[in-house]
């Protein structure tokens, strides 16, 4: 089997309401409910001390949900237009909280893409981690994304990505995210 090389694009830029809504976000997400279903599975590991993700699509009983989501939806609107796309539809949205030796293994999202917003990004916290298939015939490559607290990262979501463990007393909170585009902007010719 040959491989067919394929440049698709992540991108990372700075969230730009992220001093003004930090700390009530934070707050907000302190106090909210949590729900856990941490397993054990044989292949990759999996802890997390706080996360809703069970409620990842409901856009309307989330508190914090209604304060983030139109400041993130004008974000990911400019990542559309820059891939030339009309819109971008979030179709899930949720919190994770990461502290000492907590971690999300290898896995993948649904809808075509799939990203981080890093709330909060303590020195000594871990960032995400991909796989580069194309590599994947010599040692697997695996890639750290260079980020900062504020920055908002999105891939495709077939990547192979994962939270590598936290080995530090901080806590790390995230934003995760799928998203669909709409539309392909009339300007491609």
């Given at each position: 089997?040959?491989?067919?090389?394929?440049?698709?694009?992540?991108?990372?830029?700075?969230?730009?309401?992220h001093e003004e809504i930090k700390d009530k976000l934070i707050y907000m997400i302190n106090n909210s409910d949590s729900?856990?279903?941490?397993?054990?599975i044989e292949t990759w590991e999996y802890h997390i001390s706080k996360c809703d993700w069970i409620n990842n699509q409901d856009f309307k009983n989330r508190e914090w949900v209604n304060f983030l989501k139109p400041?993130?939806?004008?974000?990911?609107?400019?990542?559309?237009?820059?891939m030339l796309?009309?819109?971008?539809?979030?179709?899930?949205l949720w919190y994770q909280q990461y502290k000492r030796n907590d971690a999300h293994g290898w896995h993948i999202h649904g809808e075509?893409?799939?990203?981080v917003y890093y709330l909060q990004l303590p020195?000594?916290?871990s960032k995400t981690e991909l796989i580069n298939h194309f590599e994947q015939?010599?040692?697997i490559q695996i890639a750290t994304i260079e980020a900062n607290?504020?920055?908002i990262v999105i891939f495709p979501s077939f990547v192979i990505h994962r939270a590598p463990k936290i080995i530090n007393d901080v806590t790390k909170t995230i934003i995760s995210f799928n998203l669909e585009f709409e539309g392909i902007k009339e300007s491609i010719g």
């Open positions: 089997m040959n491989k067919l090389k394929l440049e698709v694009s992540g991108f990372i830029d700075k969230f730009e309401k729900h856990l279903e941490n397993k054990d400041h993130m939806q004008k974000q990911f609107d400019k990542f559309a237009n820059k796309y009309q819109k971008a539809n979030i179709k899930r075509t893409y799939t990203g020195n000594g916290s015939d010599k040692d607290e504020g920055d």
